[in-house]
């Protein structure tokens, strides 16, 4: 079982100890504040995973069902972790793009059902997985594969609902004859209706962006002493923006960090990107920079253009930003992207 508490713990060791400049210690910092923040949680515990699953990717699946599983599973994890678990868990089963609902986390548990917290864990091993489900045994005399059946013991009749006898009958309406048709209404045209509108053409200046599952969040980065918010979105290739543009079988990053100046032109410690592909293995980490064409005058914006290949991409994004006022440590974020 993989011990996600002390991966949690290490990174946040990491990031509280990083030497920052003497303004930004001498200014004050405003607290974060947990009420504000659902999800981090969350965010400490499957970025170092997938950071690990990126360092061994054959296993990276597996690592971030079982980390995703853990929170899951525990009583203590906030509604708005618990919901990137789940959202975390539907990408890495289904490989489509994660959404992620907060207030949808408490909505999933049936009625009935067990308690949040109550649920075996969901990790490899022997004797702590999911009751596995009864095998099905087919008829005698069916060939699996070959023709439709149905288990031992199940009566056809009953297989699809009530047995048709015991449905009510429902009488047949009778439709109204129609009117007589105007010979000069158009009736072909009528009856055919208006003609479907056409799809729009696709625009590379104009991709679709995929936003990370939960914004980043650094303390006292204002110049005040106030925090920062930041968002990060990656973009499939091809694609026109972030300038040069990602082209295919790549994945641009953006991390904007909102109400802060431009960024300085050297980059004292790193913001790097972490990403691993589930489809094919490929993982890989870079650095993001600032790029001259993109928000040159603020707010600090770094990207990074990747060759991640095409897939269902799992990455996370951690580290400093250097402003012009400022030396900031961001707090981890992680997203899940599709490149075709």
């Not at 609902?101 to 969901?122: D, E, R, Y």
């Not at 009953?158 to 047949?172: D, F, K, Q, S």
């Amino acid at each position: 079982m993989l011990n996600i508490a002390k991966l949690a713990t290490g990174l946040t060791t990491v990031a509280l100890t990083v030497a920052l400049s003497p303004v930004a210690v001498s200014d004050p910092a405003i607290p974060l504040d947990p009420g504000q923040l659902p999800g981090m949680q969350a965010m400490q515990s499957l970025s170092p995973v997938v950071q690990q699953a990126a360092a061994d990717p054959k296993s990276a699946q597996e690592l971030l069902l079982a980390a995703a599983s853990q929170l899951a599973g525990s009583a203590a994890t906030p509604e708005g972790s618990l919901s990137l678990a789940q959202a975390v868990t539907r990408f890495v089963q289904e490989g489509g793009a994660a959404g992620f609902a907060p207030q949808a986390a408490a909505v999933s548990q049936q009625a009935g059902g067990p308690v949040h917290g109550a649920t075996p864990l969901m990790t490899p091993g022997t004797g702590n997985g999911p009751i596995p489900l009864e095998q099905h045994v087919p008829a005698p005399g069916a060939v699996p594969g070959t023709e439709a059946h149905l288990p031992t013991g199940i009566n056809p009749a009953n297989a699809a609902g009530p047995v048709a006898a015991a449905m009510p009958e429902v009488p047949t309406p009778v439709a109204a004859p129609a009117p007589a048709p105007d010979a000069a209404a158009p009736v072909a045209l009528a009856a055919a209706g208006p003609a479907p509108a056409a799809a729009a053409p696709y625009d590379p200046n104009k991709p679709p962006t995929q936003d990370f599952l939960y914004p980043s969040i650094s303390n006292g980065c204002q110049k005040d002493g106030g925090n920062v918010i930041a968002t990060a979105i990656s973009v499939a290739g091809p694609a026109k923006i972030p300038a040069p543009g990602p082209g295919a079988g790549q994945t641009a990053y953006v991390f904007t960090a909102v109400g802060t100046p431009a960024p300085a032109a050297e980059q004292k410690l790193p913001l790097n990107v972490t990403w691993v592909n589930l489809t094919t293995g490929r993982s890989g980490s870079t650095t993001l920079k600032p790029n001259p064409e993109i928000n040159p005058q603020g707010p600090t914006t770094l990207t990074a253009i990747v060759d991640t290949g095409s897939g269902s991409i799992m990455s996370t994004i951690f580290g400093q930003v250097t402003t012009m006022d400022k030396q900031c440590t961001f707090m981890p974020t992680i997203g899940s992207s599709v490149v075709a």
